[in-house]
DNA sequence: CTATTTGCAAATAATTTGCAGCTGG
DNA sequence: CCAGCTGCAAATTATTTGCAAATAG
């Protein structure tokens, strides 16, 4: 869990003032580990400070996204949800339960950035190569776990 | 080029009643090959058949999707678009022009599903498995080619 | 002090729904 | 004929916007 100075520095050294409502939104966001959408964010915020618009919610993620602090990625339904984490990753997206899940494997990075060394895409300047698997869990109210 | 018979004889094979409008729409939605918005959709439709209303689009997309007709994807900015394509492929992302690209790859398509033979995911049944290349066109005028 | 940010309420956009009338088989 | 489909208009949902008041630095 991280500390509210830490997430304070984080947004002065992306230049973006350190205001409480960004405080408490992003410190929920890191918090959520499965990708909430601003609904879920604000759900959460207004728990602990009702005062907090919606409207905030939306212009503060999307704030944090042009910056490079969030990522944003919509679901197999088009919903947009909210990411903390930055760095390469897949995604498993659960159809019955609407869960979005990351999912690291170094090995298929590896193995995708290889595969596209050896073809040469044209007139496309790539920003992100992800893979995703879209299913139904089979036990809801079990995890799903790739070994 | 498909023509209405044979349109008319995939309705029926799935069970549905081959009207005008389905008959229509599914002609519009085959002829057009990048990944139209039900918007798009309508803006063609109504060229020639301007009796035909938006809701009608919509629902009718909609049921060629719960019927396996066709496929429905969403962009990286959540905007739903239908795909006449049914078989397994990738999909190219042009954050700047907006165009959601096919791509085929039967290489890449062996690579992943190998890939997936010697990962064990559990608690998921999988239906698709795909590869997403976001990226912005270096010249919007002309096509991204993989090679 | 002042450029940014916030909260509110209203605006917009995308999609869905209820229902009366139409139509394919 | 009649279950299923369509068109319309209203409802819902998600998101954005304009602007006056608040505030971080």
Do not use: W
């Not at 759900?43 to 907090?52: L, Q, W």
């Amino acid at each position: 869990m991280r500390d509210l100075a830490e997430i304070q520095e984080m947004l002065r050294s992306a230049g973006l003032k350190a205001t409480h409502q960004r405080l408490v939104i992003m410190s929920i966001v890191m918090k959520m580990t499965n990708h909430p959408s601003v609904d879920q964010i604000y759900g959460e915020v207004r728990k602990d400070h009702p005062s907090i618009s919606l409207a905030t919610v939306y212009k503060t993620v999307e704030t944090f996204v042009e910056n490079g602090l969030l990522s944003k990625v919509a679901t197999r339904e088009g919903q947009m949800r909210y990411d903390p984490r930055l760095d390469n990753h897949g995604h498993i997206y659960c159809g019955n339960t609407k869960e979005l899940l990351d999912f690291y494997d170094d090995e298929l990075n590896e193995l995708i950035i290889d595969f596209f060394k050896n073809r040469k895409v044209n007139n496309l300047k790539i920003k992100n190569i992800t893979v995703r698997i879209n299913g139904d869990k089979i036990d809801p109210s079990k995890d799903v776990i790739i070994k």
